[in-house]
């Protein structure tokens, strides 16, 4: 079975005993997630399953949308509601001085991420340091905020939508916030309204899932690579491709007529094939998903 799921992940449970959970269920080995959400934030978490894994690392390129609500007044260890408080202060910030602050987080913006993730520090997960009690320091990353529009300020309540690369820590945003604001801050909860293509509306919880046939749900690999253009090749290209051959202009039944890093394959049926890449002596498959 191959395929990729828009699977709508609840909150209160990691991506990893999300995806531990689908596969018993279906007796699936092969599973992976693109973008892991953490354990009190819920939303879109596309799932790859069988060769549908090959794309995975185009999907981790794509930016995301989130919705979020920031809460003021306090600080905790996790930079989210699941954490203990570390510090509480006064709110007596404007509206105003909460939105004028939240510009400094639009554009290309420097963050650490919080000392409870996942992001590995010399080849060891961050948030396992910070279990034994480590003192260790996490370098700063830079990250790409394309939009960060205020839905809702109502001190101590922030609530907003986002827009941002892959690699953004809403938590630390959440955070900075507070610093600048002199309040504390902490994200309160998060919703993730897009990976890519795709969308929260589109996403499936896993009661609808159990409810559902596979071929429902289940959607074709190439939906994540709809950005890169496509050939058609004939019936002896599908035959090269299937045996990793290299494939000559003859084979194509639409030359290409621009250049390209990658292609997607498909058959004169529009079966999605394979993806190729140019090179020297022709178009070289590289993921071949028959």
Same mark, same amino acid.
Request: net charge neutral; aromatic share 10%.
């Given at each position: 079975?191959?395929?990729?799921?828009?699977?709508?992940?609840?909150?209160?449970?990691?991506?990893?005993?999300?995806?531990?959970?689908? !596969?018993?269920?279906?007796?699936? !080995?092969?599973?992976?997630?693109?973008?892991?959400?953490?354990?009190? @934030? @819920?939303?879109?978490?596309?799932?790859?399953?069988?060769?549908?894994?090959?794309?995975?690392?185009?999907?981790?390129?794509?930016?995301?949308?989130?919705?979020?609500?920031?809460?003021?007044?306090?600080?905790?260890?996790?930079?989210?509601?699941?954490?203990?408080?570390?510090?509480?202060?006064?709110?007596?910030?404007?509206?105003?001085?909460?939105?004028?602050?939240?510009? #400094?987080?639009?554009?290309?913006?420097?963050?650490?991420?919080?000392?409870?993730?996942?992001?590995?520090?010399?080849?060891?997960?961050?948030?396992?340091?910070?279990?034994?009690?480590?003192?260790?320091?996490?370098?700063?990353?830079?990250?790409?905020?394309? @939009?960060?529009?205020?839905?809702?300020?109502?001190?101590?309540?922030?609530?907003?939508?986002?827009?941002?690369? #892959?690699?953004?820590?809403?938590?630390?945003?959440?955070?900075?916030?507070?610093?600048?604001?002199?309040?504390?801050?902490?994200?309160?909860?998060?919703?993730?309204?897009?990976?890519?293509?795709?969308?929260?509306?589109?996403?499936?919880?896993?009661?609808?899932?159990?409810?559902? !046939?596979?071929?429902?749900?289940?959607?074709?690999?190439?939906?994540?690579?709809?950005?890169?253009?496509?050939?058609?090749?004939?019936?002896?290209?599908?035959?090269?491709?299937?045996?990793?051959?290299?494939?000559?202009?003859?084979?194509?039944?639409?030359?290409?007529?621009?250049?390209?890093?990658?292609?997607?394959?498909?058959?004169?049926?529009?079966?999605?094939?394979?993806?190729?890449?140019?090179?020297?002596?022709?178009?070289?498959?590289? !993921?071949?998903?028959?």
């Amino acid at each position: 079975m191959n395929g990729i799921i828009n699977f709508l992940k609840p909150p209160g449970i990691s991506s990893a005993r999300a995806i531990n959970r689908i !596969k018993k269920r279906w007796n699936w !080995k092969k599973v992976g997630h693109v973008g892991t959400l953490d354990p009190m @934030a @819920a939303g879109v978490l596309p799932l790859c399953v069988g060769k549908a894994t090959k794309v995975a690392s185009f999907l981790l390129l794509e930016d995301k949308t989130y919705w979020g609500e920031i809460f003021l007044g306090q600080e905790r260890d996790t930079d989210d509601a699941y954490g203990q408080v570390l510090t509480e202060f006064p709110v007596d910030c404007s509206s105003l001085e909460v939105e004028e602050e939240l510009k #400094r987080f639009r554009g290309l913006i420097t963050q650490i991420p919080p000392r409870v993730s996942a992001i590995k520090v010399r080849g060891e997960r961050a948030y396992r340091r910070t279990r034994r009690g480590e003192d260790f320091e996490i370098p700063s990353r830079q990250v790409q905020v394309f @939009a960060l529009h205020p839905l809702e300020i109502n001190p101590p309540r922030v609530r907003f939508w986002i827009h941002c690369s #892959r690699g953004t820590y809403i938590r630390s945003i959440a955070r900075d916030l507070g610093q600048a604001l002199g309040t504390g801050g902490y994200l309160n909860f998060l919703i993730r309204t897009s990976t890519g293509p795709f969308g929260l509306k589109d996403s499936i919880s896993w009661e609808e899932m159990e409810t559902k !046939k596979l071929e429902e749900f289940l959607q074709s690999p190439d939906l994540a690579l709809k950005h890169i253009p496509f050939l058609i090749i004939d019936e002896g290209g599908r035959e090269k491709v299937q045996f990793g051959q290299t494939l000559n202009p003859e084979d194509f039944l639409n030359p290409p007529g621009e250049k390209a890093d990658y292609f997607r394959l498909y058959d004169r049926d529009q079966n999605f094939l394979a993806l190729c890449r140019p090179e020297e002596d022709g178009y070289h498959p590289f !993921k071949v998903f028959i």
